[in-house]
């Protein structure tokens, strides 16, 4: 079985100050995680993804995500936010050897004030 | 390079009636996903298809709901009978293998209304 967890529904950040979305997720085996994010009226945009490697991960528009397993953590971070980055993102796993079908978590909404 | 592309993007029908929904995925992708989206309910998974197969269905409804992925043409999603509960986005993706390991890829959705 696996589950995400996206603790927060809202975030709140002004601009320049740095971000980060909650993710912890719970898993039987090796996790996959990647995260998302939807503008309104969109898809899902793929942001990047952790599969092996190094625990820091780089992906689209400045945004970062860092693996922690100790925490089951996949928190996605940003230094300095801006006002376009305001949207909803998702974090999704898939197990390593299980179903190929990701599990997505509720979405953070993400606020970037002026 | 066409994304994923759905249509029609917003789709109103009255109960009883038939919604079919079609998607195309990515030149090269052989790996269809649907889902569908309530809010503040996140994203739900329904099925999963590739061409001529369906792989997963287990997040689809028993009734009314189908899902195909002919050898040409789109991926088609269809509801019979619509109820006011089916009112959701839906969104389509594709992938270009179907490992653990490969992102999917969104289409922009189609809004179902049912009144």
């Known amino acids: 079985a696996q589950s995400v967890a996206q603790p927060e529904d809202q975030v709140n950040v002004a601009e320049g100050n740095p971000l980060t979305v909650k993710c912890t997720y719970s898993v039987s085996g090796n996790p996959y995680l990647f995260w998302y994010v939807q503008y309104p009226n969109r898809g899902l945009q793929f942001l990047l993804k952790?599969?092996?490697?190094?625990?820091l991960v780089k992906g689209s528009y400045g945004f970062e995500a860092e693996f922690n397993k100790s925490q089951t953590s996949f928190h996605l971070k940003k230094p300095s936010a801006l006002v376009s980055d305001s949207a909803l993102y998702f974090c999704a796993v898939v197990i390593s050897g299980g179903s190929y079908i990701p599990t997505f978590g509720r979405g953070t909404s993400l606020i970037v004030h002026p | 390079n066409a994304g994923v592309m759905q249509n029609p993007r917003h789709l109103v029908r009255r109960r009883g009636q038939e919604a079919r929904l079609r998607c195309s995925p990515m030149k090269g992708h052989s790996h269809v996903y649907w889902y569908r989206q309530l809010p503040e309910e996140g994203l739900k998974f329904m099925v999963y298809?590739?061409?001529?197969?369906?792989?997963?269905e287990s997040g689809m409804p028993k009734e009314r709901f189908s899902a195909e992925f002919p050898k040409e043409g789109p991926s088609i999603l269809r509801i019979q009978q619509v109820v006011r509960g089916d009112s959701a986005a839906y969104f389509c993706a594709s992938s270009l293998a179907g490992g653990h390991m490969n992102e999917q890829f969104f289409g922009p959705g189609t809004r179902l209304t049912v009144l």
């Open positions: 298809l590739q061409k001529e197969n369906i792989i997963d």
């Open positions: 952790y599969i092996t490697g190094d625990n």
